[in-house]
């Protein structure tokens, strides 16, 4: 049982950076196998139901790697010497992300929209690295 444990532990600690990279990988693994020209199969058909254990191995894998990587950002260890933003830097950052992204959802691919939801999410950006910035300490001039 305590491999299994270890396993149910492993991935608990790392389900919210599984959930926010997991649909990036499975576009990258999609936008690699359409760029390298291979023939596909039909959508449910029985050639794609064959092809999915592989597809799921390699997503797992994959997802797991890049969990591996991200993990240190979930970790106290990782956020140690990190500023911290005040409460409104951080909602004001969130909502601005936020924001960027809703944009995108309303108005799809469209110029317009995308110039606004960059500069929405670059403003989100400045607003916590600015906040982020001024909790630093100062340096010396010319030193």
């Not at 969130?94 to 309303?106: N, S």
């Not at 939801?117 to 916590?128: F, H, N, P, R, V």
């Amino acid at each position: 049982m305590r491999p299994v444990n270890a396993v149910a532990t492993w991935i608990n600690a790392r389900a919210m950076t599984v959930y926010l990279w997991h649909m990036l990988v499975l576009v990258l693994m999609a936008g690699t196998l359409l760029l390298s020209g291979a023939a596909l199969p039909l959508p449910l058909s029985v050639a794609w139901w064959d092809t999915r254990p592989v597809w799921l191995l390699c997503a797992f894998g994959l997802v797991a790697l890049v969990a591996a990587v991200t993990a240190r950002w979930e970790t106290a260890q990782g956020a140690k010497g990190m500023p911290v933003l005040s409460r409104g830097a951080a909602s004001g950052s969130a909502v601005l992300a936020v924001c960027g992204v809703v944009v995108i959802l309303a108005t799809g691919f469209s110029l317009a929209g995308g110039v606004i939801s960059l500069a929405c999410l670059a403003a989100a950006l400045l607003l916590a690295r600015g906040r982020a910035l001024s909790l630093r300490s100062p340096q010396p001039v010319g030193g």
